[in-house]
Structure formats: C-alpha cells, structure tokens
C-alpha cells in the first residue's frame, strides 16, 4: 500500500510551493463555470494558452492535461511553457490517489474487482454488512474498517467511537464484524433510529441462522447509538464527557428473542425545551441538507441524547454494566440535560484491560468536524489513534468565511462550551503564516470533484459534457431578465445532457422565479453553445487545481499534528474511481516503548 509520509521540512516546503502555485492561478480556481459567458472566462486566459488548448478534443484534454499517468503524451502543437509548468506541477505537488489494486484515473465507469460477480454485492464483505448498503459504501466499510482494526491492535486498544456514523454500516463492521466496541455518534435521530432498527435485523438474521445451522452464532458485542452534535467550539473534554456520562441503567430484563423491546422514553418537564429544541434543529438539519448525500457527514455534538439500542439475542446478551462508568454523587451527571431515567448515555467501552483509551474515526466526515476530530485527537489523551476521511471542503470554516453556506449552527448552547477562535483551515501555525496560504469558498468547493469520473467522461466524450456549457448560457439569459441576479441555485434538472437547450431552459427558468417562455435570442444561444468545447476546457483547467487544493487542505492537517509531535501518514485506501474522497489521513500516539 503506498503512503505518504513525510518529514517536518518536506512538509513545511510542500506547503510553500502549494500556497505560490494557487496564488498565481487564483483566478482559475476561484471562477464559476456557470459564469463562462457572462464573465467572459476565456478571455482572461493568456491567447498562447486559447491557441493551445481551443482546439483540443475531449480525449486530448484528458490526456494532455488531466491524466497524471499519462507517460507518453502527443502534443498537437507546441504548447507554452506556462502552460506546461501548470500541468507538470499539479501533477507533481498532488498527493497521489491511488489505491492499491486501484483502477486508472480513466476508470470512472468501472467498479473494483470486488464487485465483478455482482455489481451490488462486494464478493469481500459478509452478506449481513451488505443489507441496506450501498456497493460505494461497502467497499469503504470494509477497507476503513481493516485499517481502524489493525490500528486497535497496534494501539492496544479495543475501543472506537465512530463520529457522524450515520446508519450505522461502518459502525456494526466494526463491531460485529470485528470484535471491537463501538459508540456511533450521528446528528440526526431518524438515522440513529435506522441504525438501531438495522442492528436488530443483523441479530435476528444470527439467530435464524443459528437455528437452522444449530451451530452457535459468534459475533462482536452490540454497538452503542448515540444522537449528537460535535460541536467544534467545544473543548475535548466536553466531548470525552459526552461520551462516559451515563444517566442510568436500561432495563436488563427484556426478552431474550433477537430483538429489544423499545421503550417510552418518559421526559420531565424540565427537559421538554431542550429536547424540542434539538428536534425542531434535527428537523431543520434533514431539510436543508436533503440533496446533500453525506447527511451523516454533518455530524457534531451536543448534549447527548440516546437511542436506546440494548440488543439481545440467544447467542449474545449485552448488559449496560458491561459498558457504564461509575460516577461519585458529586458527578457533572446531575448538570447535563438527559432525557429519562429510561435512557442510557454509553461510555466508549472498556477494553479487557481495563483501558478507558478510544480510536477516533470518521468516514467523510463534513467540513469542520474533520479538523475538530483532529484537535481531539492532539489533546485528549484518551484518543490512542484517528483516522478521518474528510470531505465537504466548502464547509470548512476560514476566518474570512467563518460561516460558509451550507453549514447549520445548533438552536442551543450549552454553558459547558467553551468559544475559541480556531478554524477549520488554517490549522497549522506554519500553513497560517504563509503568504496566499487562503482559499476562497470556490476553490474548496472545487477539490471536492471527482476528477476520475470527469476523465471518464471526456475519454468517452459523453454527452453529460455539454450541461456545463447549458449552465452558462442559462446564466447570461438570467441575468439579462434580472441583472441582479447572480449565480442564482439551479436544481439538477433530470438527464439536461438529453434535452434540447430549449427543453432544458423551459424547465430551469421557473426555478429561479423566471417564466418558462421567458424570450431569448435563439442566434446568440447558439453561438455560445458551439463554444462548449472551450467551455470544457475551462472547466478541466478549474479540475486540474483541485487535487493541488485538497493537497494543501489535508498537508495543513498533517503539519497541524507534527506541530504538536505527532507524525501522520496519507493513505489512498479506496479505489478513487469508485470513491473520489479516498485519502485517510491516520496517526497514532506511540508509547515510549513504540516510538
């Protein structure tokens, strides 16, 4: 498996030649592809570049320009050296991506070897990891979940806490699957509930299983589920607090049938504010983030309220004293809100040995809660390893965007929070202090494409090319009805690439508050869409700065923790074809026998 490692200098001069190569191209990462026409983006590139480029078909910018592994490359005219230097050092300054076994960057359509037999069904994961989850997801559960195993062994550590855990497939991987306890933190209650309800089907297909085979059913202890948010301005105690303070005892003498019998939960009246505060959040968290698809992504903490989730089954009996930390009469228990004396708040797990550490993990977890797990993990000394798989770079808070769109705050606060002024990026001292070292909103938006998948595209020059030059022109025909109406949210409109750009204009147009018949000028709209060639090309110089965005984002990260002593590694663990947001970034804190 390649790794990238890296020393303190050559970390620190990576990060100087990433911030001088994005300051010089500034203008092409911050630009909107939607504004090629109304901002006239071709002509602010250099004319030897539109002479080089403006002919170009579709394979030939994949080739010369986006494929890095792209040995023998054919120029069909002298390109300048300006534009050679930008394509050389995106490639070079570029954390590789990938994977072992991986497919090539032009394999976008392909699925990992895992799935030849059955495109939905990975050949390398149990049966009862697969119900409900999708084949992308069941390829990273189980590479992720391989790695947070053998770095619990090499941690002496058999505790994980899962943080945006969703419905919980990494989480009962974790688990069942591998033997190790788990607590999954997620924002959303419904999800909680799923992953509740899904660790029961498991169970009972144990069971049946069992019964028919009249072997006894081996499998890890029952995950814990806990409704959350990690808040990032919180400090990491209140975090570690979250996760130990138990409220009380569930009730251990329900029936021994496969499934729990879920209880009432009996709220006092001094808890009903508070918990009608988080729903109405929770509520507001589904709805604004219905088109995003990592809902579980956008996990962070609050006062911690829990799905009940003790399991019970034939084989396997699970008792919250197995899992409870005891507390003195003086404990912060009585001072945090809980809803019940039905409900437990479970600890991290204790180990056979005792050990109150935890590995800290989070499968693409969104924007800020990337580099809040990260602080946790250099201050808590209870955090032994993390391996975080971010995504949603656009989320990340900047001290000029330090609300970007997209990101909700909670409704409530608590007095156990403590503000700090840290954003998500910068997080290093030394990333910080570098002149140019900011990127805007649009440049980190950007290095969440998949590149892989857009190389796929252009090599088979697939009509799904053409929607970005239909965007554009859109535009210039909006901002003619309404000037001051700028890049204005479009919803995707079902399979555009098929549709005429009349079709498709008639159904974009009453999405932004226009008529359907609104007039345009069907001889100037045709000029523009003959340009979708430059459009394209456009678009794949903006793709060529991403990964070199990414780059910095995750460089800053690793640069934060050997500010702090801790060395890191990059891995490439998914195949980037299937799965664009592939690089784990993973650290360990080692002993001073191990180090």
């Known amino acids: 498996m390649f ?17 001088t190569l994005l300051s010089n191209y500034r203008p092409i990462s911050d630009s909107y592809i939607i504004e090629f026409f109304s901002e006239s983006l071709w002509d602010t590139l250099p004319v030897s570049w539109q002479k080089a480029l403006g002919d170009l078909t579709p394979p030939q910018i994949a080739d010369l320009l986006l494929d890095r592994d792209i040995k023998d490359r054919r120029y069909p005219s002298v390109w300048p050296l300006s534009l050679l230097a930008l394509q050389t050092a995106a490639h070079a300054l570029s954390f590789p991506r990938k994977a072992p076994a991986g497919h090539p960057q032009d394999a976008g359509a392909q699925m990992p070897d895992e799935f030849k037999s059955n495109q939905s069904q990975s050949s390398l994961l149990g049966h009862i990891f697969r119900k409900h989850v999708k084949p992308k997801k069941q390829h990273e559960i189980r590479r992720l979940g391989k790695l947070v195993k053998e770095s ?43 992953a509740t309800k899904f660790d029961r089907q498991l169970l009972l297909t144990l069971d049946k299983e069992s019964q028919r085979s009249g072997l006894h059913s081996e499998h890890g202890p029952t995950p814990r589920h806990v409704v959350g948010w990690v808040d990032p301005k919180a400090s990491w105690d209140v975090f570690v607090k979250h996760l130990d303070v138990t409220a009380s005892k569930i009730d251990s003498d329900g029936p021994i049938t496969g499934l729990y019998e879920k209880k009432q939960l009996s709220v006092p009246p001094e808890m009903k504010l508070e918990l009608n505060s988080y729903q109405a959040y929770a509520e507001e968290l589904r709805t604004t983030c219905a088109a995003d698809t990592n809902i579980s992504d956008i996990v962070s903490q609050i006062n911690t309220v829990v799905s009940p989730s003790g399991v019970k089954s034939k084989n396997h009996t699970h ?24 409900v437990t708040i479970p600890d991290v797990g204790v180990d056979a040995k005792g050990s109150s550490n935890f590995v800290l993990t989070g499968l693409h977890a969104c924007g800020d809660l990337s580099s809040t797990l990260l602080r946790h993990f250099a201050n808590c000394p209870h955090v032994q390893v993390i391996t975080s798989v971010a995504c949603c770079y656009m989320k990340i808070s900047t001290r000029d965007n330090p609300n970007p769109p997209g990101v909700i705050q909670p409704h409530f606060s608590s007095t156990s929070m403590e503000s700090h002024s840290e954003y998500g990026y910068p997080m290093s001292d030394w990333v910080r202090g570098l002149p140019g070292h900011q990127l805007s909103y ?38 003619a009805a309404r000037p001051e109406l700028r890049r204005p949210g479009v919803q995707t409109v079902k399979a555009a690439h098929m549709l005429s750009f009349s079709e498709y204009a008639r159904m974009a147009l009453p999405r932004v508050g226009l008529p359907a018949d609104l007039h345009f000028d069907p001889v100037c709209v045709e000029a523009m869409l003959a340009q979708q060639g430059r459009v394209v090309v456009y678009f794949s110089l903006v793709l060529l700065l991403a990964p070199v965005v990414e780059t910095l984002v995750l460089l800053d990260r690793m640069i934060f923790l050997q500010e702090r002593g801790f060395q890191s590694k990059l891995i490439p663990l998914f195949d980037a074809a299937f799965s664009p947001r592939n690089l784990v970034l993973m650290a360990i804190k080692l002993t001073a026998a191990q180090s």
């Open 152 to 194: 619990c062994d090499q941690a002496n550590c058999n505790s994980v806490v899962d943080v945006g855990s969703g419905q919980g497939h990494l989480t009962r991987f974790l688990s069942f699957g591998l033997g190790l306890n788990v607590t999954g933190i997620e924002a959303d209650p419904d999800l909680v509930s799923m």
């Open 442 to 479: 649009k440049a980190r938006e950007g290095a969440c494409h998949a590149i892989e998948d857009y190389l796929h595209r252009l090599r088979e020059e697939s009509g799904l090319l053409r929607t970005h030059c239909y965007r554009a022109v859109l535009e210039t025909i909006i901002r």
């Open 3 to 19: 790794v990238v490692t890296l020393s303190e200098q050559e970390q620190r001069g990576l990060a100087m030649k990433l911030t």
């Open 319 to 342: 008792t919250t004293s197995e899992h409870m930390c005891k507390f003195s009469s003086e404990s912060p228990i009585n001072t945090l809100p809980f809803i019940g004396s039905e």
